[in-house]
């Protein structure tokens, strides 16, 4: 009998069938909303038909003041709501303070309207009229207060539920400068940015992504100092976004990005709070996603991803030292083994007589080529680090030192490959863990194949070629309409002080321009130290 009734119930109130669109503020989708009937019995079973038999989800029957009292229901799910708020600062109102109250709570009509404004000891209480409103609020970790003979509900903002605790990023540590790191909690994150930009003008805007995550997503930037065009276009790229679900941050990165077969990424990525308050501070637009602790950084280019936060902490003589060791071994990573090739291969004569002659001796009874020995050189590498990242920490370390040293000795000592080729693709590998991106050298390590390739066949004119085509489709990409490859291509002198070098904070007057932010200066003219006289 009870599952005839909730079967014609379901009938009777089910929600009209429509394809959900993001919500911006947090709010529900635009689309036809089924009321509240104001029967506590048909909207409990509707609601409980609708989220079905869950285990974890409760309701909690009250009695509602005396003489007359009135019968209410409060809904919420374990484990996604603070229990103890509840008890305290909602329930003990509820069930003690009304009874005792002087005046009368009033009308049925005016019965939760008045607890929201009398007896509710819970800052965030909101209304909800329609179905939809409800179960959205009630999945994102709300508590909904239902009463008979009322046609709204009250949505409590009592969020519970664990999260990891602010800690330093694992990717991106730094010997100087904070901490602290992003977390899986959208609201936390929030409030990092927050901490260090304390003005007015920082905007956090939300929207929900996702028709059954429902995921919130932030896009934050300072206004007045972003470039309203290019916020403009990450609010539409994410309003077209029709999908299930999004669980972190990449996937956003993928849908909006603009050239989505690039092996370059054209969204910066971090974990620290304070980089990308710097970003928001030099006109970029932040994108971050409940659920993930990497914030995406829009626009970006080629040369901001050899910029680590070290760089603005540390004396700029050492930052500018630092980023050009960068820029050579960001070359190594990628030409190093194709040079070895061609000229082991077709160009011995530019090789210098005694290294020749080392190189010769190296190479004597090596039964492979030397493209194929480093294809089977850099395939064991990728293997090795693969395999040191899936596996427990302490165990996947032991493996990649023990493998490495047991694999390369054994491999030199039985004539499989050169002790040189050890030494080629050893540099090159610590060569592309130079780079403060992590994500940034995944498509040179990619690249490094087809250069080996074309260096085996071609010579060092396949590695020209191989060159150039990877140079023009750099010049090619856009990052939200900016070019990759700003401030170099199209050439901007006043920015290159923050890329080939890193100038001194007080010679860095004005925003980069390759932003197209609408406030360019940062700083007063003459700003430089002046100690005074002796």
Known sequence: ??????????????????????????????????????????????LKATLGASFDFQCREL?????????????????????????????????????????????????LPQIKV??????????????????????????????????????????????????????ESVIRGPR???????????????????????????????????????????????????????RRRLLRIDIDGILESGYLEELIEDAPYSPFAQMGNTERPDRLSACLLEGKVGILVDGSPIALKIPITFTETFQASDDYYERFWLATFLRWIRFINFLVALLLPSFYIALTTYHQELIPSPLLISIAAAREGIPFPAVLEAFLMETTLEVMREAG????????????????????????????????????????AIATFISPRYSFMIPIRLLRFPMMILAGTLGLFGVMVGFLAVHIHLMSL?????????????????????????????????????NRVQELRRQRAGAGPKPEAQ
């Open 180 to 234: 602290d790191g992003f977390v899986e909690t959208l609201r936390v994150n929030t409030a990092l940015i927050r901490r260090r930009i304390k003005d007015p003008a920082l905007r956090l805007e939300g929207y929900k992504i996702g028709r059954r995550t429902k995921t919130e997503v932030v896009v934050t930037y300072l206004q007045g100092i972003a470039d309203d065009k290019i916020v403009e276009e990450v």
């Open 478 to 514: 856009r990052s939200f309409g900016v070019p990759y490859m700003m401030p170099l291509a199209p050439m901007n002198w006043n920015d290159l002080k923050d890329i080939l070098i890193r100038a001194p904070w007080w010679a860095l007057r004005t925003r980069p321009v390759l």
């Open 118 to 171: 009398r007896f509710l000891n819970v800052a965030d209480v909101r209304e909800a009229e329609s179905y939809e409103e409800l179960v959205d609020d009630v999945l994102a970790g709300n508590a909904a207060l239902l009463a008979d003979g009322c046609k709204k509900a009250l949505i409590l903002g009592v969020p519970g539920w664990e999260h990891r605790q602010v800690s330093e990023p694992a990717d």
């Open 389 to 428: 990242l899936r596996l427990p920490k302490p165990i996947g370390n032991a493996i990649s030192i023990v493998g490495a040293l047991v694999l390369g000795q054994v491999a030199v000592a039985t004539g499989l490959v050169s002790a040189t080729m050890v030494v080629v693709v050893g540099y090159t």
């Open 1 to 46: 009998m009870l599952d005839r009734l909730k079967r014609a119930l379901h009938r009777i109130y089910r929600p009209t069938q429509h394809r959900e669109s993001p919500g911006q503020g947090g709010q529900p989708s635009n689309g036809p909303k089924t009321p509240l009937t104001g029967d506590l019995a048909q909207d409990k079973e509707w």
């Open 63 to 111: 009695e509602i003041g005396q003489k007359p009292s009135w019968r209410a229901a409060l809904l919420y799910f374990d484990g996604l709501v603070d229990k103890e708020l509840i008890d305290l600062g909602f329930l003990r109102s509820l069930l003690q303070e009304i009874p005792l109250a002087a005046r009368p709570v009033g009308d049925r009509q005016g019965l």
